[in-house]
């Protein structure tokens, strides 16, 4: 992967200053520090960082076809390329290169935006069409790779990062209250909304095709589709069939010129991974872990599967005192404010793997939501048969939110409303209406309509907690804030369209989450590892930092800073802060809100990035 970003005449063919592309690419030189390159045609230039993989001397971005009519920039990685050479140089197509990417120019000749179809990775693509005079912007399926875009002074400005964007004169800096509300009330924003009014976030199996004094057109090219239970083949069939996707997609992310090692959190997901890898795939690799102290240790677990694959392992101690530390840098890098500080773990963990050989690493990302591993798939089975206690205003608003009006997921939303009541300022509080997270539906209600709740829970899982966050200010953005590529097989296009037949019952088992994938792996994971109770990773939040802190590091909650935003209310805080320093409080992971640490964080946004509301 690396970064890229671009400027689009829509309105006239006025001259693309080079100067300025030259100050978005640097603004996002953590992306792809082994190169930089500009590409400035009369309608679009295109601007790339390079982080090198394959073809590590010729394969230089932006790329053209054979008579440099088509353009293109990617940041990503397309797993299936070889394949797809193969078919394309059949069809007499000629390359320049030996990176994977330029199967992309190719395939666009050959079909057009359909080419998109044939694509196994993860992607964010701009590609011009200098014939058509079009610009296509493309983001992968899942919605790994990060692509955001505005439009300003009659031009399309897009970029990996909304840093970059901002280099751009003139491009507006304002907070988007929809965001702070959706992080009040979901696991994280939802794409197309940011936390910059105006910039918007391209979604997963997306694309955004633009011409010439026309409206964007904004096309979805995939999607999560459930459907109904199908025939079921048992048991056998699915533990086979899954084991064999499963070393299909890790061994395709195993393609480099350049080391690529995984990481171990001693949970079961980066377990599977790394234990299939030394199973059945490579003779030497690197393995990274964050160590967290006191309740959240898991370095046990960590050396169980160490000891069973033998890697060359490191490793860090995250202490307390270094999340809050860090936690200013890593809002710089995720351009969001967060309600959990793992993200600092996250990427103290980068920075160990960028002072190691390894370039890339693979996790395990993406299972929890494929194969019922939260502890809400357990609980839906016990609330559908108490119905009766949710009150009228919960059923609509579920009803509204997720299509059912007995379905809850995580919140009960007009109770925490009432909380958000008193969080919000006075001012802020009165235009909720105008930027309600719960508004409208943050998904298409339409695809999860008549499935089973394990379906439903699945289908939100991954719109609201895996794109934009876990992969995006939790994992792209904490990757590359030290120019390391993460990679997740569990997200492999081909091994989900197999995921999402397997029947319910085959992924949770009564209490037992994900039985189909520890019936896989059994023989290859530890034992330990599959019996072990599901552990979430976390660390420590807002009311541990408040019990130790000197004060020092409370700057972003004083009351002059909170007052100068506005967005939430300062006598409120101070009672938060009060409440969170008592001996006894404790908040409960991720069952209970961190509104505190959505405050600082909001607020640390707003300085960062000169941001007003």
Same mark, same amino acid.
């Given at each position: 992967?690396?970064?890229?970003?671009?400027?689009?005449?829509?309105?006239?063919?006025?001259?693309?200053?080079?100067?300025?592309?030259?100050?978005?690419?640097?603004?996002?030189?953590?992306?792809?520090?082994?190169?930089?390159?500009?590409?400035?045609?009369?309608?679009?230039? $295109? #601007?790339?960082?390079?982080?090198?993989?394959?073809?590590?001397? #010729?394969?230089? %971005?932006?790329?053209?076809?054979?008579?440099?009519?088509?353009?293109?920039?990617?940041?990503?990685?397309?797993?299936?390329?070889? @394949?797809?050479?193969?078919?394309?140089?059949?069809?007499?197509?000629?390359?320049?290169?030996?990176?994977?990417?330029?199967?992309?120019?190719?395939?666009?000749?050959?079909?057009?935006? &359909?080419?998109?179809?044939?694509?196994? #990775?993860?992607?964010?693509?701009?590609?011009? @069409?200098?014939?058509?005079?079009?610009?296509?912007?493309?983001?992968?399926?899942?919605?790994?790779?990060?692509?955001?875009?505005?439009?300003?002074?009659?031009?399309?400005?897009?970029?990996?990062?909304?840093?970059?964007?901002?280099?751009?004169?003139?491009?507006?800096?304002?907070?988007?209250?929809?965001?702070?509300?959706?992080?009040?009330?979901?696991? #994280?924003?939802?794409?197309?909304?940011?936390?910059?009014?105006?910039?918007?976030?391209?979604?997963?199996?997306?694309?955004?095709?633009?011409?010439?004094?026309?409206?964007?057109?904004?096309?979805?090219?995939?999607?999560?589709?459930?459907?109904?239970?199908?025939?079921?083949?048992?048991?056998? +069939? =699915?533990? !086979?069939?899954?084991?064999?996707?499963?070393?299909?997609?890790?061994?395709?992310?195993?393609?480099?010129?350049?080391?690529?090692?995984?990481?171990?959190?001693?949970?079961?997901?980066?377990?599977?991974?790394?234990?299939?890898?030394?199973?059945?795939?490579?003779?030497? =690799?690197?393995?990274?872990?964050?160590?967290?102290?006191?309740?959240?240790?898991?370095?046990?677990? %960590?050396?169980?599967?160490?000891?069973?694959?033998?890697?060359?392992?490191?490793?860090?101690? /995250?202490?307390?005192?270094?999340?809050?530390?860090?936690?200013?840098?890593?809002?710089?890098?995720?351009?969001?404010?967060?309600?959990?500080?793992? @993200?600092?773990?996250?990427?103290?963990?980068?920075?160990?793997?960028?002072?190691?050989?390894?370039?890339?690493?693979?996790?395990?990302?993406?299972?929890?939501?494929?194969?019922?591993?939260?502890?809400?798939?357990?609980?839906?089975?016990?609330?559908?048969?108490?119905?009766?206690?949710?009150?009228?205003? !919960?059923?609509?608003?579920?009803?509204?939110?997720?299509?059912?009006? +007995?379905?809850? +997921?995580?919140?009960?939303?007009?109770?925490?409303?009432?909380?958000?009541?008193?969080?919000?300022?006075?001012? /802020?509080?009165?235009?909720?209406?105008?930027?309600?997270?719960?508004?409208?539906?943050?998904?298409?209600?339409?695809?999860?309509?008549?499935?089973?709740?394990?379906?439903?829970?699945?289908?939100? &899982?991954?719109?609201?907690?895996?794109?934009?966050?876990?992969?995006?200010?939790?994992?792209?953005?904490?990757?590359?804030?030290?120019?390391?590529?993460?990679?997740?097989?569990?997200?492999?296009?081909?091994?989900?369209?197999?995921?999402?037949?397997?029947?319910?019952?085959?992924? $949770?088992?009564?209490?037992?989450?994900?039985?189909?994938?520890?019936?896989?792996? !059994?023989?290859?994971?530890?034992?330990?590892?599959?019996?072990?109770?599901?552990?979430?990773?976390?660390?420590?939040?807002?009311?541990?930092?408040?019990?130790?802190? &000197?004060?020092?590091? $409370?700057?972003?909650?004083?009351?002059?800073?909170?007052?100068?935003?506005?967005?939430?209310?300062?006598?409120?805080?101070?009672?938060?802060?009060?409440?969170?320093?008592?001996?006894?409080?404790?908040?409960?992971?991720?069952?209970?809100?961190?509104?505190?640490?959505?405050?600082?964080?909001?607020?640390?946004?707003?300085?960062?990035?000169?941001?007003?509301?």
């Amino acid at each position: 992967m690396c970064g890229i970003c671009g400027i689009y005449n829509l309105e006239g063919d006025r001259p693309i200053d080079r100067e300025i592309l030259g100050r978005m690419l640097q603004k996002i030189r953590h992306r792809g520090p082994d190169g930089s390159q500009m590409l400035v045609l009369k309608q679009a230039a $295109l #601007g790339f960082n390079r982080l090198s993989f394959l073809d590590l001397d #010729g394969g230089m %971005q932006p790329l053209q076809n054979e008579d440099r009519t088509v353009s293109m920039i990617c940041n990503g990685e397309i797993f299936n390329y070889q @394949d797809l050479k193969e078919e394309l140089l059949l069809k007499g197509h000629t390359f320049r290169t030996g990176t994977d990417v330029e199967v992309i120019l190719h395939l666009y000749e050959e079909h057009g935006t &359909d080419f998109v179809n044939r694509l196994n #990775g993860q992607f964010a693509i701009a590609l011009y @069409d200098e014939k058509n005079h079009q610009l296509l912007l493309i983001r992968d399926h899942i919605g790994i790779a990060p692509l955001f875009y505005t439009i300003v002074d009659g031009r399309v400005l897009f970029a990996s990062e909304i840093k970059a964007i901002l280099e751009y004169p003139g491009v507006p800096r304002k907070l988007n209250l929809k965001a702070v509300d959706q992080l009040m009330n979901f696991p #994280g924003i939802v794409s197309p909304v940011t936390f910059f009014d105006g910039i918007y976030s391209l979604a997963g199996g997306h694309m955004l095709k633009v011409l010439p004094g026309q409206t964007p057109q904004n096309i979805e090219y995939w999607d999560v589709i459930y459907h109904p239970e199908e025939e079921d083949k048992g048991e056998a +069939y =699915y533990v !086979e069939r899954l084991r064999e996707l499963l070393k299909k997609a890790i061994s395709r992310r195993l393609v480099a010129d350049v080391p690529i090692g995984f990481y171990i959190s001693g949970g079961l997901d980066s377990s599977v991974v790394a234990c299939f890898i030394g199973k059945f795939l490579l003779n030497s =690799y690197y393995s990274f872990s964050a160590e967290i102290a006191g309740e959240l240790d898991e370095s046990p677990f %960590q050396k169980i599967v160490r000891d069973c694959v033998k890697s060359t392992h490191y490793h860090t101690n /995250v202490a307390e005192e270094e999340i809050w530390d860090h936690l200013f840098k890593v809002i710089y890098h995720t351009e969001a404010a967060v309600k959990e500080s793992y @993200d600092v773990a996250a990427f103290l963990l980068s920075a160990l793997v960028k002072d190691s050989p390894a370039k890339a690493v693979l996790t395990g990302q993406g299972s929890d939501e494929f194969f019922c591993g939260y502890a809400g798939y357990m609980v839906d089975q016990f609330r559908m048969m108490q119905r009766g206690s949710m009150s009228p205003e !919960e059923c609509a608003c579920n009803e509204l939110l997720w299509g059912d009006p +007995y379905f809850r +997921y995580e919140r009960i939303h007009p109770e925490i409303r009432r909380i958000h009541q008193k969080v919000y300022s006075q001012d /802020v509080r009165g235009e909720i209406g105008r930027f309600s997270a719960w508004a409208e539906s943050p998904i298409n209600v339409d695809r999860v309509k008549g499935l089973s709740s394990q379906k439903r829970r699945s289908y939100i &899982d991954f719109k609201l907690r895996l794109s934009d966050h876990l992969l995006g200010e939790h994992g792209d953005r904490m990757f590359f804030s030290h120019s390391v590529e993460g990679r997740h097989p569990f997200l492999d296009v081909e091994l989900l369209s197999f995921v999402t037949t397997i029947p319910d019952k085959y992924k $949770l088992d009564g209490v037992n989450e994900k039985y189909i994938l520890k019936k896989a792996s !059994e023989g290859i994971v530890p034992e330990e590892i599959l019996k072990r109770k599901k552990f979430p990773f976390q660390a420590p939040g807002m009311s541990a930092l408040i019990k130790r802190s &000197d004060g020092k590091k $409370l700057a972003f909650l004083d009351d002059a800073l909170i007052q100068k935003y506005n967005i939430f209310d300062a006598d409120h805080v101070n009672e938060m802060k009060q409440m969170y320093q008592k001996s006894e409080f404790k908040l409960m992971g991720a069952y209970e809100i961190d509104y505190l640490l959505i405050v600082m964080t909001v607020t640390m946004l707003c300085e960062q990035y000169s941001l007003s509301i």
